[in-house]
Each structure stands twice: as C-alpha cells, then as structure tokens.
C-alpha cells in the first residue's frame, strides 16, 4: 500500500486510478491541477520530496536578487485538492499491465498515465566534484542548496580566474550556464573588481545558443563583458582543494586532448541525463526519456501513456515556458482518449529562455521547434531590455505559483515574426 502524506490520508489508496502522474514538479502539478478542473475520476501524483521548487529561480539565487526561501515550497501545499499523494519514489514501469511498481516494491495501477519526473543531474560523472561541491570556490545553481554559495563566491572574489562550464545536451534551461557568467561580470565590474578578473566560459556545444537567431546578440555580451569562450570543451575532472579542472577538448580535427586550467571559482553545470528508473524501461527511447509524439505528447506505443517535461522526448528545450504549453495539450489528448476519441491538440515545440546579460538586462528568447522566433511582444528579442528583467523577476515568479501551478491556461499567445538581420 503507497504511503500518502499527512496532508493527503483523508481517503485510502484507491487502484486503478484513473489518471496516475509519475513527478510532482512542474509538470506534474500543472497537469494535475488542469485535469482536476476536468474531470471527476481519480487522480494521484507518485513524488518522493516534500518540497518544491521553482528553479529559474536559482540563477537569480546565485546572483544575490533572490533567496532561497522565494524559490521553494512544501509539495503539500501544492498537490492540488481531491488528487491523493503517493509520497513514494517510482522504479519500474509495465506498461502492458498499465502498471508503476514503487521503491518499495508496491504495485499501482491505472487507466491512463502522465510521466513526467524531470532530468537526473549526474554530478558524478565529473571526476571528484561530488567531494567539492559547495566548498574550494566549486559552485553550482542546478541544486537550491548550492545556489547560495555562488553568490558567496561571487561578492566575496577579489582577483583570479574565474570559470563557468556548459556539458553537452541534454540540460535544463540550456541558457543558464552563461546567464550566471554574464551577472559574475556585472558584478566584478560594479564593485571595481572586473580589471583583476579573468572569466572564461567552457562550453562543450559549437555554439553560444541552439537557436543561431540569438547567437550574435550572446556573442556581444561575452565579448562586452570580456568573456572568453571556449567551444567544445567539457570539464571531466575538478581537484577542489588544488583548484584546478580537467577539460577534453575536440580539436577542428577531430581530436581530443586534454587541458587543465586553474581556478579561483568554478561554477558548474552538471551532466544530465533521464532518471534511472526511467532508462531501459518499456516506455522509454535508447537514451532514456519517455517516448512520445512531438506534437500531441502521447507515447509511440502505448497510446493510454502521456509525456511530457524534462524527461519527455520532445526535441524542444527543456524549461518552465515548454510544460507550460505542454500541459495543456497532455490534458485535451488526455481527455479526448477517455472518450475513445484521436485528439487534436498540438504542441509547437515552444520554450522561452530569459538570458540574463547583465543586472536589469535579458535577451528574452521564445522559440519553437525548427528554430522559428516566436516572441510573445513585437520587439526584437535581442535587444536587452528592462521590460523583461522585470517579467523575469516579478511576472513569472507570481505566474508560476500562483497561475501554471493552480491550472491556468493563461498565455500572451507567442507567434512567428521577423526582424531585420542585426546591424
């Protein structure tokens, strides 16, 4: 029998349920809060934490502009009234017998299901890193507990070199690793300590940003802020107490050679990948995620399975702004094949990235997929603005907790626009 949470013990498990969510982040409570609206059978979210976090903040964290405290809540005061809480984590699925089997080796059963447990981040995988973080100026804004210490990293530097790294995809947010880059220099320059400063950034991709559109707009930050970029290099090993990091690096040829750079601060992006329980599974693609449909989010094979968020196989980029859109369309095809109906919703392929270039400064990018710039404004997108420092920090905060999480469809309504070619 699942254990539920105190907040949630006011009925006994039930199974089948009607719809079971695997993951209780975003998406998993978006889409629990919309179909809770809509329909009156039974719903339950299977989720291990007590706690939930909204984490395009942790930038703003490790930037000093947020506290920890603004970017978490309990998971209790979230699931949503009338969807019971399986505080347990999942490990396996058999989709033939529409069944999750749970860590303690209960089994759950459903008529339909929603997968949607986010990324696993693999510290691991970096050579000695786990034995550093959080100390020796290793810092990292992919975990809240961590954030914190970027920012003490970053108000309390001197003089030295400092290092920001990007691991090859898939990663949450792929504009984070360089918006903590660009707000490090803004701060060393307000405080008169930008001179004595060396910034590089370490990227294992060929480019500053998967969408070229954006790419000139990025390479003017970097270069205004004195950046240099280092393409196709990936950390592979960090010895904190020496303060140094080894990176591969691919030549123009081909080749990998090995290089290691000495550090005063690293801040790091882990490796991310599916989780575990997910990889191998009936469910999954060969590299992990839930196989799905690009545009209707429903599984290949099993057609009363949904995806979606991070660990979906949608080639979008993984954010906040794509569960957003994503959820909605989960929830129509959801609905419509519980009326032996084909639904006909569409996900675009839709993702935003707020990329801080400096305090008061974003590069709003909204894009779908095939790369098409989809603002939500008529203004150029790489223009800098104040405007969307203030949605970043204000709006989408109070949207997220208070809309997104609750089962708001509220949207803009990005589209399609041209710009003249930049200057």
């Not at 699942?2 to 498990?13: E, F, G, I, R, V």
């Not at 691991?124 to 990292?140: A, F, Q, W, Y």
């Not at 008061?360 to 098409?372: D, N, S």
Request: proline share 6%; glycine share 8%; hydrophobic share 40%.
């Amino acid at each position: 029998m699942p254990n539920l949470a105190a907040d949630h013990q006011t009925a006994p498990s039930r199974a089948p349920y009607d719809v079971l969510i695997v993951g209780g982040g975003a998406a998993g409570i978006t889409t629990a809060a919309m179909l809770r609206s809509k329909i009156n059978g039974s719903i339950a979210i299977i989720e291990p934490s007590e706690t939930h976090a909204y984490q395009p903040g942790w930038t703003l964290v490790g930037a000093g502009v947020f506290n920890l405290g603004q970017t978490i809540k309990k998971e209790s005061a979230l699931i949503p009234k009338g969807v019971e809480w399986i505080k347990q984590a999942a490990a396996s699925f058999e989709p033939d017998d529409d069944c999750v089997v749970l860590a303690d080796g209960s089994r759950v059963t459903y008529r339909y299901l929603v997968v949607c447990p986010g990324l696993k981040l693999d510290w691991d995988k970096i050579e000695g890193l786990s034995d550093t973080l959080g100390r020796n100026g290793v810092c990292s804004n992919y975990r809240g507990d961590l954030a914190a210490y970027t920012w003490e990293c970053i108000k309390s530097f001197q003089r030295g070199t400092m290092i920001f790294t990007q691991p090859p995809m898939p990663i949450k947010c792929p504009g984070a690793p360089q918006k903590i880059a660009y707000l490090a220099a803004d701060h060393l320059r307000k405080t008169g300590k930008r001179a004595a400063t060396e910034i590089k950034f370490c990227t294992a991709l060929e480019t500053l940003f998967g969408v070229a559109f954006f790419v000139p707009a990025l390479k003017s930050a970097m270069q205004d802020h004195q950046i240099n970029v280092n393409y196709k290099t990936v950390l592979k090993k960090i010895d904190g107490p020496a303060k140094k990091a080894t990176f591969a690096v691919t030549g123009a040829d081909g080749t990998v050679s090995e290089t290691v750079l000495d550090f005063d601060m690293i801040h790091v992006t882990p490796p991310q990948c599916a989780p575990d329980f997910l990889k191998g599974s009936p469910i999954a693609n060969e590299v992990g995620f839930v196989q799905v449909d690009q545009t209707s989010m429903q599984h290949v094979k099993y057609k009363n399975i949904f995806g979606l968020g991070d660990a979906a196989s949608t080639p979008n980029s993984k954010t906040a702004a794509a569960v957003r859109m994503q959820a909605p369309v989960v929830v129509r095809n959801l609905l419509a094949a519980m009326r032996a109906e084909q639904g006909s919703a569409t996900y675009d392929g839709y993702g935003s990235c707020p990329l801080t270039t400096g305090y008061g400064k974003i590069v709003l990018a909204e894009f779908t997929y095939g790369g098409k710039v989809t603002p939500s404004f008529p203004l150029d997108p790489r223009v800098p603005r104040l405007s969307s420092w203030l949605l970043k920090t204000k709006f989408l905060p109070y949207l997220y907790w208070n809309m997104m999480l609750k089962g708001s469809e509220f949207d803009i309504g990005h589209k399609e626009r041209q710009f003249a070619d930049a200057a």
